[in-house]
């Protein structure tokens, strides 16, 4: 039983379990069904009266509230999972935090200017570039966001809760225990957090690349607040503080 008490066994369950559930079926298994079933386009009658006299609601949002309840669903089903394989190093960072709160609150507020010093930089590089293409990804979460008050509600808790606590753990707390290089670490973490969010969908090379800059810019703020503290708690919280504010700019 000496492989359950390797770190590098936790972090790599953890990243696989995430990439498994997050990435492989929510976009090669959910999402294709979902299409098949609801085409926005091609849908039959009876579908579309069915949603209009049962639920009360269109189609589109008929989609839109499944597509919210699993993203909670999901997120809760990981974030358990990552929990229970991740308890120890977790349960360190928490008892960590208050003797050395003030340092790492410092920290924080340096990672917090870092992120939009960041893509203050990527905003000019796409202007320069004279691309417009916008992020598929965050334009479902606004359409999600905006849908109803029940979905912003639970888009609110899957954003600011347990999307930035499941995301910390994978891409930080993981990542760096199974790569032992702190620097390689951080840029491995970032590619991949920055990657995982659009590459699944329908853009050329050229667009692939601006569009995931916006990601991979924001996880550069967080591997500097990793990698100069340790503890990915004060990761969470800034994470967190980050979605709350555009959460709130989504809904100005």
């Not at 929990?83 to 960590?96: G, N, Q, R, T, Y």
């Not at 417009?132 to 965050?138: A, D, L």
């Amino acid at each position: 039983m000496k492989i359950l008490k390797n770190h590098y066994f936790y972090g790599g369950i953890t990243i696989l379990f995430y990439i498994l559930i997050v990435f492989v079926i929510g976009n090669y298994l959910y999402e294709p069904i979902l299409n098949l079933i609801f085409k926005y386009n091609d849908v039959s009658f009876l579908v579309t009266h069915f949603s209009n006299s049962f639920f009360k609601t269109n189609l589109t949002n008929y989609i839109n509230d499944i597509n919210t309840l699993y993203q909670l669903f999901t997120y809760s089903l990981v974030l358990i999972f990552i929990i229970c394989f991740l308890v120890v190093p977790l349960k360190k960072d928490i008892e960590s935090f208050k003797p050395n709160k003030d340092k790492l609150m410092n920290t924080l507020i340096i990672a917090f200017f870092l992120y939009y010093g960041v893509n203050i930089i990527v905003n000019i590089i796409t202007l320069m570039a004279n691309n417009n293409v916008e992020s598929i990804n965050q334009n479902n979460i606004e359409t999600m966001i905006n849908s109803s008050s029940v979905n912003t509600l639970i888009m609110f808790v899957t954003t600011v809760f347990l999307g930035p606590l499941c995301e910390e753990l994978v891409f930080r707390k993981a990542i760096f225990s199974v790569i032992p290089h702190k620097m390689i670490a951080a840029v491995a973490s970032c590619l991949i957090f920055g990657f995982l969010h659009t590459i699944t969908y329908d853009y050329t090379f050229s667009d692939l690349l601006l569009v995931t800059m916006p990601y991979i810019a924001s996880g550069v703020s967080f591997c500097f607040l990793y990698y100069k503290t340790n503890n990915v708690i004060i990761c969470y919280i800034l994470h967190a503080a980050l979605n709350f504010i555009s959460f709130t700019l989504i809904l100005l």
